[in-house]
């Protein structure tokens, strides 16, 4: 594996720690704005392909607004084919299901159910039966949330963990992909931007405070996880460069 392939859809929401990691183990890194008319990039067996977050989604497909996206899941479609190693995280995740054959709906909680998103620190849970990750099942694994929707997986994915709100929030295919509905990305400098810049959709998911309960967690968690969040990349990178 050489090169981290990373395609970006938002300035705002790029690699993050994965970049880190990546310079750390000496990795090439190429970072593709397909919002700003960059191509997709030709792949051989040795790259990795990284699927960052954005506020389009699934359903955007084939909208003017986006007119990238749909061209952006055509590549996934047939890089899922050649088997190339992929991490999509957020948005990322939804288009790697979709293109495997899943979907995405909206995300609903309550009684009655109602639309509401998942936002701030809570743990995922992670399956016992997952034996390269049982390192992430001893202890409760505080991440990082900001999303509407949830992924339906497709029938070749194997859930790996789950939150409280959300079943799908780790996935692999086969022993080539993985999923992730939420963010290990993430530093106290893109979060603030993201609590900044997002003030609508904070609210939506954590009413009129939103802004300040995402700061109380994010000085609560973010500092604390940061050392398992590494871990989890550099054990997604291992495994992947073994397939």
């Not at 694994?141 to 992924?151: E, N, P, T, Y």
Request: hydrophobic share 35%; aromatic share 8%.
């Amino acid at each position: 594996m050489k090169r981290l392939l990373v395609l970006q859809h938002l300035e705002i929401e790029g690699p993050g720690l994965f970049n880190q990691i990546a310079k750390e183990r000496e990795m090439d890194i190429e970072i593709i704005r397909l919002d700003l008319g960059d191509g997709l990039p030709k792949t051989n067996k040795e790259d990795l392909i990284l699927i960052m977050g954005g506020p389009m989604g699934v359903k955007d497909i084939g909208s003017i607004k986006y007119p990238w996206l749909k061209s952006e899941s055509d590549f996934i479609k047939s890089e899922l084919r050649k088997k190339t190693s992929i991490i999509g995280v957020c948005l990322g995740a939804q288009l790697l299901a979709k293109a495997a054959g899943g979907d995405v709906e909206t995300l609903n909680y309550g009684s009655p159910p109602k639309p509401l998103p998942e936002i701030g620190w809570s743990p995922v849970f992670f399956n016992q039966s997952d034996n390269d990750l049982n390192k992430f099942c001893e202890t409760p694994f505080h991440v990082l949330h900001w999303h509407g929707d949830r992924i339906l997986l497709p029938k070749n994915a194997e859930l790996i963990a789950s939150s409280k709100r959300c079943k799908e929030q780790f996935f692999k295919i086969g022993d080539f992909a993985y999923g992730l509905q939420f963010h290990i990305e993430s530093s106290k400098e893109m979060t603030e931007r993201w609590i900044n810049e997002d003030k609508l959709f904070v609210n939506k998911g954590l009413g009129p405070k939103g802004q300040e309960i995402l700061r109380e967690e994010d000085e609560k968690f973010e500092g604390k996880t940061i050392l398992k969040r590494k871990m989890l990349i550099n054990k997604l990178f291992n495994l992947l460069s073994k397939k």
